[in-house]
């Protein structure tokens, strides 16, 4: 049975959840990371030897990098649906992938660090507001992609909805202040609707 090592507070583990849900695995899912601890273990380090969430293994086939693992998932179970089978399809399904990773990590980063996991009189409240205002140019680049198509790169969901996904749900539960997007706002209302999505990227942030 597929086994999966981490919390489900964790944005990274979160893709990997929403994908299982997606494809319908039988799966374990081990708390570990945060709170939990245990990625400093021996036996966890020889798993995953960067001591972070999540981690997989399958078969005895061991994986980490949250992207990666959403992509194998796909590749393995679902070919041809979250991951295309037309090369240039799949391609820009992981451009949009690797987009999350390169461009809105950081900025994304700094806003939900300091607003959810730093205390009042710590947050660098200047740094939020220059990563709020990055943001907002950026998303505008989703925004326009969003204009002709429901979802990332077309008519369906693929793995090139999910790192996204994650990330605008955590997003649209900042408090923060945010410019409309109205075609953002309804690719995300198609995500809400997803039984595999509620259940596990829509939980509070922490």
Same mark, same amino acid.
């Given at each position: 049975?597929?086994? @999966?090592?981490?919390?489900?507070?964790?944005?990274?583990v979160?893709?990997?959840?929403?994908?299982?849900?997606? +494809?319908? +695995?039988?799966h374990?899912?081990?708390?570990?990371? *945060?709170?939990?601890? =245990?990625?400093?273990?021996?036996?966890?380090?020889?798993? !995953?030897?960067?001591?972070?969430?999540?981690? @997989?293994?399958?078969?005895? $086939?061991?994986?980490?990098?949250?992207? %990666?693992?959403?992509? &194998?998932?796909?590749?393995?179970?679902? /070919?041809?649906?979250?991951?295309?089978?037309?090369?240039?399809?799949?391609?820009?399904?992981?451009?949009?992938?690797?987009?999350v990773?390169?461009?809105? !990590?950081? /900025?994304?980063? %700094?806003?939900?660090?300091?607003?959810?996991?730093?205390?009042v009189?710590?947050?660098?409240?200047?740094?939020?507001?220059?990563a =709020?205002?990055?943001?907002?140019?950026?998303?505008?680049i989703?925004?326009?992609?969003?204009?002709?198509?429901? &979802?990332?790169?077309?008519?369906?969901? %693929?793995?090139?909805?999910?790192?996204?996904?994650?990330t605008?749900? =955590? #997003?649209?539960?900042?408090?923060?202040?945010?410019?409309?997007?109205?075609?953002?706002?309804? #690719? &995300? *209302?198609?995500?809400?609707?997803?039984?595999? $999505?509620?259940?596990?990227?829509?939980?509070?942030?922490?």
């Amino acid at each position: 049975m597929l086994k @999966i090592w981490g919390r489900i507070n964790s944005i990274n583990v979160q893709k990997v959840m929403w994908t299982v849900g997606e +494809l319908g +695995l039988p799966h374990e899912r081990i708390d570990a990371g *945060g709170a939990f601890g =245990r990625v400093r273990d021996p036996d966890y380090l020889a798993l !995953n030897p960067n001591g972070l969430v999540p981690t @997989i293994e399958d078969d005895g $086939f061991v994986l980490w990098e949250s992207n %990666t693992v959403a992509r &194998y998932l796909a590749a393995k179970h679902s /070919p041809g649906r979250l991951c295309p089978s037309d090369v240039q399809r799949r391609a820009d399904a992981e451009r949009w992938m690797d987009w999350v990773l390169t461009t809105l !990590n950081p /900025p994304m980063f %700094t806003v939900f660090w300091n607003l959810i996991r730093t205390p009042v009189d710590q947050r660098d409240m200047k740094a939020v507001e220059a990563a =709020r205002l990055k943001l907002c140019d950026l998303w505008q680049i989703l925004e326009a992609q969003l204009a002709k198509r429901p &979802y990332v790169i077309g008519a369906e969901l %693929t793995m090139g909805d999910v790192p996204l996904g994650c990330t605008i749900n =955590r #997003w649209y539960h900042l408090p923060l202040e945010r410019p409309k997007m109205p075609n953002i706002e309804a #690719w &995300y *209302g198609r995500l809400k609707e997803r039984p595999a $999505f509620k259940q596990h990227v829509m939980i509070p942030l922490t």
